[in-house]
């Protein structure tokens, strides 16, 4: 089991950046996969990006270019970063971790790109 807290969101405006972090209640040296995900008001949650234990990754087309995860074991941590930012990424993020065959979720962070 663990818990998961998301923070770093905000209102920044279009071809901003913003750096989302992603805690855990405990060790994630053995969670061997994390990611992001997205809900936009109305619409379903989408995948966005995803690491393993060994460091590699996976994107969604739409984020792929401008989207970089990463995670720092040591700090319990993953990180979103994201650069370019558009209004059509407005949403809510939530963190994810895949603990055997459960998903854990953070309660997630409001992201608004807008001028």
């Known amino acids: 089991q663990v818990q998961l807290v998301e923070s770093g969101g905000g209102l920044v405006q279009p071809g901003g950046s913003l750096r989302l972090s992603c805690a855990a209640s405990?060790?994630?040296?053995?969670?061997?996969?994390m990611g992001w995900y997205r809900q936009a008001p109305g619409k379903q949650r989408e995948f966005l990006a995803a690491?393993?234990?060994?460091?590699?990754?996976d994107y969604a087309d739409s984020v792929k270019g401008r989207f970089t995860i990463s995670r720092d074991n040591a700090k319990n941590t993953v990180y979103l970063q994201m650069n370019s930012l558009k209004p059509e990424d407005t949403a809510v993020y939530y963190c994810?971790?895949?603990?055997?065959?459960?998903?854990?979720w953070g309660q997630g962070t409001q992201v608004t790109v807008s001028s």
């Open positions: 405990r060790s994630i040296d053995s969670i061997n996969r």
């Open positions: 994810n971790a895949a603990v055997g065959i459960l998903p854990y």
């Open positions: 690491i393993g234990t060994g460091g590699i990754t």
